[in-house]
């Protein structure tokens, strides 16, 4: 018997009566109409995260790299999206009429409502309306996440928001860098949030753990880096709530050691603890930050591999 081959496209199944399918090239171009209007509707929104992350880059510079690793979600899984022809779903309408309804609230309804980030949950909840209307039940399996992903931690966080744990994270700063700078031989003391750090000539330097040194915007950015490498370099579960559980800690971390550098510093010059300076050494912290979370990864991997049951019960060499 001879066969015949096919193309991917020809393997696609043959739609039902009443149910429109299409095809990726018809999806890549709804979406780009959709995307436009997408853009047109909530430009004001848009423009103040990309504002936020432009102008603040040591600590909201996140939120302008966060789109593209939504995207790179999306292509990691292009195989399975790709896999049969998209079927839309009219109820997407709804979810982009409700998404639509909470944006306009936060613009003209009271005062109360009036919150950047109930508006950032109507864009989110009027993008998923046009990802399930354009491509379906089934794509949204693997959508759902890096929109949700995106909406999350692509979005700067209101200062109301932000205020319910500053303060606590301000004080263990504080502390940590208090202990920290004592343990390594220089003297400092401390006063609610100021740090007095003692030179060898006697003077002393202080130091204010303001808001800015809270590491909230920190612990944000920490958890986005955490839930992306969990979902992309670990299997299990329990190895993923645990790295992303383990982004607070190691964020508190590298804020405590930031903090202390600024103290050290501040004994050379203190002109060297404020303004873009500051912000510099924040931003250098980052990289040992970040192979700190590369190690303990590699420790649940570990962990992970160890805890595998052999098949049969004999022990794997």
């Given at each position: 018997?001879?066969?015949?081959?096919?193309?991917p496209?020809a393997r696609f199944q043959?739609?039902?009566?009443?149910?429109?399918?299409?095809?990726p090239?018809?999806?890549?171009?709804?979406?780009?109409v959709?995307f436009?209007?997408?853009v047109?509707?909530?430009?004001?929104f848009l423009y103040?995260?990309?504002r936020?992350g432009?102008?603040?880059p040591?600590d909201?510079?996140?939120?302008l790299v966060i789109p593209f690793?939504?995207?790179?979600?999306?292509w990691?899984?292009?195989?399975e999206?790709?896999?049969?022809?998209?079927?839309?779903?009219?109820?997407?309408?709804?979810?982009m009429v409700?998404?639509?309804l909470?944006y306009a609230?936060?613009?003209?309804g009271?005062?109360?409502?009036q919150?950047?980030?109930?508006?950032?949950?109507g864009?989110?909840l009027t993008?998923?309306?046009m990802?399930?209307?354009?491509?379906g039940w089934r794509a949204?399996?693997?959508l759902?996440?890096?929109?949700?992903y995106?909406g999350i931690f692509?979005q700067r966080i209101?200062?109301q928001?932000?205020?319910?744990?500053?303060?606590?994270?301000?004080d263990?700063?504080?502390?940590?860098?208090?202990?920290?700078l004592?343990?390594i031989?220089?003297?400092?003391d401390i006063?609610?949030?100021?740090?007095?750090?003692?030179?060898?000539?006697?003077?002393?330097h202080?130091?204010?753990?303001?808001e800015?040194?809270?590491?909230m915007?920190?612990?944000?950015a920490?958890m986005?880096?955490?839930?992306a490498?969990?979902?992309v370099?670990?299997d299990?579960?329990?190895q993923?709530?645990?790295?992303?559980?383990?982004?607070a800690?190691v964020?508190?971390?590298?804020?405590?050691?930031?903090?202390?550098t600024?103290?050290?510093?501040s004994?050379r010059?203190?002109?060297m603890v404020?303004?873009?300076f500051?912000h510099?050494v924040?931003?250098?912290?980052?990289?040992?930050?970040?192979?700190?979370?590369?190690?303990v990864?590699?420790?649940?991997?570990?962990?992970g591999?160890?805890?595998?049951?052999?098949?049969?019960?004999?022990?794997?060499?």
């Open positions: 018997m001879s066969t015949v081959a096919t193309s496209s043959e739609p039902s009566r009443g149910t429109i399918q299409l095809t090239t018809m999806a890549l171009v709804g979406g780009v959709l436009l209007i997408f047109s509707v909530f430009w004001h103040m995260q990309v936020s432009v102008e603040e040591a909201w510079g996140h939120v690793v939504s995207g790179w979600f999306i990691l899984r292009r195989e999206l790709l896999r049969q022809p998209f079927k839309p779903a009219w109820s997407g309408l709804i979810l409700v998404g639509l909470i609230m936060t613009l003209l009271p005062v109360a409502l919150h950047p980030n109930f508006q950032g949950g864009v989110v993008l998923c309306g990802a399930l209307l354009l491509c949204m399996k693997w759902w996440f890096p929109i949700v995106w692509g209101s200062e928001a932000l205020q319910v744990v500053t303060l606590r994270l301000q263990i700063a504080a502390r940590g860098a208090y202990f920290l004592n343990a031989g220089f003297d400092t006063a609610g949030n100021i740090l007095t750090v003692h030179g060898s000539d006697g003077v002393a202080p130091l204010n753990v303001a800015a040194c809270s590491g915007r920190m612990l944000v920490f986005a880096l955490g839930v490498m969990a979902v370099g670990l299990k579960w329990w993923r709530a645990a790295l992303i559980v383990m982004a800690p964020a508190v971390a590298v804020n405590i050691l930031r903090v202390a600024l103290g050290l510093l004994l010059d203190v002109n404020q303004g873009e500051h510099f924040g931003m250098v912290w980052l990289v040992p930050g970040f192979i700190m979370f590369l190690g990864q590699w420790c649940l991997k570990v962990l591999e160890g805890w595998r049951v052999p098949v049969g019960g004999a022990h794997a060499r």
